[in-house]
């Protein structure tokens, strides 16, 4: 800059800032050699906060509104400056305007998935993203703890830190909380305010306030979202077998609605015949499962046997025969079926007889 740079410096006397890039949270007003002519108009708006900084201390604050600098607007800056020239000489200090407003839809998310153990699922990777709004409350703290000496500070300066907290306080408490994989979408709004409250102590260090989290999404690596969706499928399905011939009906009938000749009647004689059988499978039961879970014989009576001063059973009469062999049921043990009213001895019972006819009794004065 040249001299008439500095003398244009000098006696500019109106000092203000507007900000259309709707991201800035900080502006120093510049200003050749940081020279301010005394008496100069300060306008600072509704949304915006100054800060006079002298030597590198910060000297006087202004809220909103239109102020002339002089003595008795600037209380600290007057005990910091002698003034040598009677007041009328430029001073030099830093502008820096703080922009109070909210900045809305800032972003959020997991670079990384973050591991958790669900009760259904068991371990699974979750992702998760939103927006979340801030505002700065504590401007001279901000400015000392983050802004520093830069000229010009907009959030993506600080979003990377911002971010890490946000993620940090997500996975620790979507961890502790226990809510099962799939109802976590019914519980978005509870997990922004719960992290917003767990958050504000944090941000307050920096002169910040988290007004509002949003949780917009939490989804599953592509895999497991497939095979999810093909689980879904099958409840949406229901009975495999109607879904089957249903599927067939339906390949059966766009043949026959698209001519081709002589093979494709012959083809469609042997798809219904193919139809037929499959029908007939899928409404039979198949050997292997009535192997598996034989019906139950009818009218099988079941015995509850006394042995130790303790019931045991239900044993069916074979079971009971076998017993009597290996010598665990004698011919004093109380037998009980549904047919009897009370706790009867064995050898009273008629069908336990003939297995008692080969037992000898016990040897007298045994």
């Given at each position: 800059m040249g001299i008439l740079d500095k003398l244009f410096g000098?006696?500019?006397?109106?000092?203000?800032?507007?900000?259309?890039?709707?991201n800035t949270m900080v502006y120093r007003f510049e200003r050749y050699g940081n020279e301010i002519k005394y008496g100069a108009m300060l306008t600072v708006r509704e949304s915006q906060t100054a800060i006079l900084v002298n030597e590198g201390r910060i000297a006087d604050v202004f809220e909103a509104g239109l102020y002339q600098l002089e003595t008795r607007n600037m209380p600290i800056m007057t005990t910091l400056e002698s003034w040598p020239h009677g007041f009328a000489s430029p001073f030099k200090a830093e502008v820096y305007f703080i922009n109070m407003r909210r900045f809305t839809d800032l972003k959020w998310g997991t670079k990384n998935p973050i591991m958790l153990r669900d009760k259904e699922f068991g371990p699974v990777r979750l992702r998760a993203f939103g927006t979340y709004t801030l505002k700065i409350i504590q401007p001279q703290l901000f400015l000392k703890e983050i802004v520093g000496t830069g000229g010009y500070f907009q959030t993506g300066d600080i979003a990377d830190q911002l971010r890490n907290l946000i993620v940090a306080r997500f996975g620790d408490i979507l961890g502790a909380s226990g809510i099962p994989l799939l109802d976590l979408a019914g519980n978005y709004d509870e997990l922004g305010d719960f992290i917003t409250d767990r958050l504000k102590p944090e941000f307050a260090a920096y002169g910040l306030d988290v007004l509002q989290l949003l949780v917009e999404n939490i989804s599953l690596p592509p895999e497991v979202e497939a095979a999810l969706d093909k689980r879904t499928s099958m409840g949406i399905i229901g009975d495999l077998g109607r879904y089957t011939q249903f599927q067939t009906a339906e390949a059966?009938?766009?043949?026959?609605?698209?001519?081709?000749?002589?093979?494709?009647?012959?083809?469609?004689?042997?798809?219904?015949?193919?139809?037929?059988?499959?029908?007939?499978?899928?409404?039979?039961?198949?050997?292997?499962?009535?192997?598996?879970?034989?019906?139950?014989?009818?009218?099988?009576?079941?015995?509850?046997?006394?042995?130790?001063?303790?019931?045991?059973?239900?044993?069916?009469?074979a079971e009971l025969l076998t017993k009597i062999r290996v010598g665990d049921v004698n011919r004093q043990t109380l037998?009980?079926?549904?047919?009897?009213?009370?706790?009867?001895?064995?050898?009273?019972?008629?069908?336990?007889?003939?297995?008692?006819?080969?037992?000898?009794?016990?040897?007298?004065?045994?």
């Amino acid at each position: 800059m040249g001299i008439l740079d500095k003398l244009f410096g000098e006696f500019v006397d109106v000092i203000e800032w507007t900000d259309d890039s709707q991201n800035t949270m900080v502006y120093r007003f510049e200003r050749y050699g940081n020279e301010i002519k005394y008496g100069a108009m300060l306008t600072v708006r509704e949304s915006q906060t100054a800060i006079l900084v002298n030597e590198g201390r910060i000297a006087d604050v202004f809220e909103a509104g239109l102020y002339q600098l002089e003595t008795r607007n600037m209380p600290i800056m007057t005990t910091l400056e002698s003034w040598p020239h009677g007041f009328a000489s430029p001073f030099k200090a830093e502008v820096y305007f703080i922009n109070m407003r909210r900045f809305t839809d800032l972003k959020w998310g997991t670079k990384n998935p973050i591991m958790l153990r669900d009760k259904e699922f068991g371990p699974v990777r979750l992702r998760a993203f939103g927006t979340y709004t801030l505002k700065i409350i504590q401007p001279q703290l901000f400015l000392k703890e983050i802004v520093g000496t830069g000229g010009y500070f907009q959030t993506g300066d600080i979003a990377d830190q911002l971010r890490n907290l946000i993620v940090a306080r997500f996975g620790d408490i979507l961890g502790a909380s226990g809510i099962p994989l799939l109802d976590l979408a019914g519980n978005y709004d509870e997990l922004g305010d719960f992290i917003t409250d767990r958050l504000k102590p944090e941000f307050a260090a920096y002169g910040l306030d988290v007004l509002q989290l949003l949780v917009e999404n939490i989804s599953l690596p592509p895999e497991v979202e497939a095979a999810l969706d093909k689980r879904t499928s099958m409840g949406i399905i229901g009975d495999l077998g109607r879904y089957t011939q249903f599927q067939t009906a339906e390949a059966l009938t766009a043949a026959a609605n698209n001519p081709g000749g002589a093979a494709d009647g012959i083809g469609m004689g042997i798809g219904f015949a193919m139809a037929q059988n499959l029908g007939k499978t899928l409404t039979q039961p198949s050997s292997v499962a009535q192997v598996a879970s034989p019906p139950p014989i009818p009218n099988a009576v079941q015995y509850f046997v006394a042995l130790a001063g303790q019931q045991q059973g239900p044993f069916g009469l074979a079971e009971l025969l076998t017993k009597i062999r290996v010598g665990d049921v004698n011919r004093q043990t109380l037998i009980w079926h549904a047919q009897l009213t009370e706790w009867t001895a064995a050898e009273n019972l008629a069908e336990l007889g003939p297995a008692f006819a080969l037992t000898p009794p016990p040897l007298p004065n045994a």
